[in-house]
């Protein structure tokens, strides 16, 4: 397994993009991976790892959340798993965890979400963790260790600061195993798969809200700095590519950054921040709680032009952001926040993409997709209509 490998394109503040190359050792950043923020309204913390077995054809998605609830009066916990193997089709189950049941330790880094735990097992020569994954939901009971192919991939750095003239926000994102190997097993209901050299990934991704002088004790949320995202992760024999876009709010100039990343065999081959918008054509449409449409994407810059024909096929989930607000008060929540959703599906893709002096050709490879979408910037106005609506509400339900 490399060591480090080069980057190009480093991002700043405000994802201010700088056009330069460098090389990174990820080893600095492991102890921000296990980083926690204090708890405060409006921070974000998400651990999320996915699981592709080829030799069955099923899927394993796991998340823990810990972030402010929909009309951001309190912070709530979920736990999430969604999967699809042959024998019992598309299994999804988000659950609401009681407050204070989030426990986390630095060191030696363990996460515990109520009766679900995900502890890092750090390899004694090196900074490199396998991360063992045991969660217990409902009929589903996942055991599982994902165990680093490549080393840690760093597209942001760090962390990043987001802030106008009074409000800031730390953003960190970082794919600890991008390219991964998973043991263990699987149970939904009386149904175990064994896993024993599966495709796996695992991240950690943090917002921690600013809220000290000089900067205003109105908390910048996430949903204030991003519009929407996109997240396709691609994975063929030794090969996996994954790309990122980030699409900023207006006050952030409709800045948009995407992120690449190539790996092949134990080696990052490509890894690259680019101040560019992905272009994409759909070619049938969206069926919201059904599917997601097929589409075209495709980028071209001086070194790199990549050509992705994407055909969704198991929806996994179908998130409507606002679900868990009250039955009573969700049409008057649906006027003030509009209707923010999420895709988490399997997709079949071809892939044209070449950079540098490399090429690579896939055909009906195997890939995880996910977009998200918020809404436009409210403006003060609204901010204020937004407050009185959720005290009414707080009232009344």
């Known amino acids: 397994m490399q060591s480090g490998y080069k980057h190009r ?27 926690h923020p204090p708890e405060q309204l409006g921070n974000i913390e998400l651990w999320y790892a996915d699981v592709y077995d080829p030799v069955t054809g099923s899927v394993f998605v796991v998340q823990f959340t810990c972030g402010p609830d929909a ?48 502890r890092a097992q750090k390899h004694p020569d090196s900074h490199r963790s396998a991360y063992h994954i045991h969660v217990k939901l409902e009929d589903v009971l996942v055991d599982i260790i994902i165990e680093p192919v490549v080393t840690s ?53 943090y917002w921690e809200t600013g809220t000290q002088p000089p900067f205003h004790p109105n908390p910048l949320f996430w949903d204030d700095v991003v519009v929407r995202w996109m997240w396709l992760k691609i994975i063929q024999d030794d090969i996996k590519i994954a790309v990122n876009e980030f699409r900023f709010r207006p006050w952030l100039d409709d800045r948009s950054i995407s992120s690449f990343l190539v790996c092949k065999g134990d080696s990052i081959v490509l890894s690259s921040n680019h101040e560019v918008r992905l272009e994409r054509k759909q070619t049938t449409p969206d069926i919201p709680y059904r599917k997601a449409g097929q589409f075209n ?11 992705f024909g994407v055909t969704p096929t198991n929806l996994l989930r179908y998130q409507d952001m606002l679900e868990y607000t009250h039955p009573v008060s969700r049409p008057l929540v649906r006027m003030v926040f509009g209707s923010p959703v999420a895709f988490y599906s399997m997709a079949r893709v071809d892939v044209n993409m070449t950079f540098g002096t490399e090429k690579i050709v896939l055909s009906d490879a195997v890939a995880f997709y996910e977009p998200m979408v918020l809404n436009t910037r409210p403006s003060r106005f609204e901010d204020r209509v937004r407050r009185m609506i959720s005290k009414r509400i707080s009232r009344r339900v």
């Open 153 to 205: 991939w760093i597209p942001f750095g760090e962390k990043i600061a987001f802030h106008d003239t009074r409000r800031k926000g730390i953003f960190s994102w970082i794919p600890a195993i991008p390219k991964g190997k998973v043991s263990g097993s699987v149970t939904i209901g009386q149904s175990t798969t064994k896993l024993t050299d599966a495709h796996g990934y695992y991240d950690h991704t």
């Open 297 to 307: 994407l495709s980028c071209s810059l001086n070194d790199m032009n990549l050509m």
């Open 71 to 118: 009309l951001k009066k309190e912070t709530v916990l979920f736990i999430s798993f969604h999967s699809y193997t042959p024998d019992h089709g598309v299994t999804s189950t988000t659950r609401q965890v009681p407050a204070g049941q989030l426990h986390v330790i630095e060191d030696p880094y363990q996460v515990t979400l109520e009766h679900s735990v995900i």
């Open 9 to 35: 394109g480093i991002i700043s503040d405000n994802a201010v993009l700088e056009d330069r190359t460098l090389h990174l050792d990820s080893s600095p950043f492991i102890p921000d991976e296990c980083y």
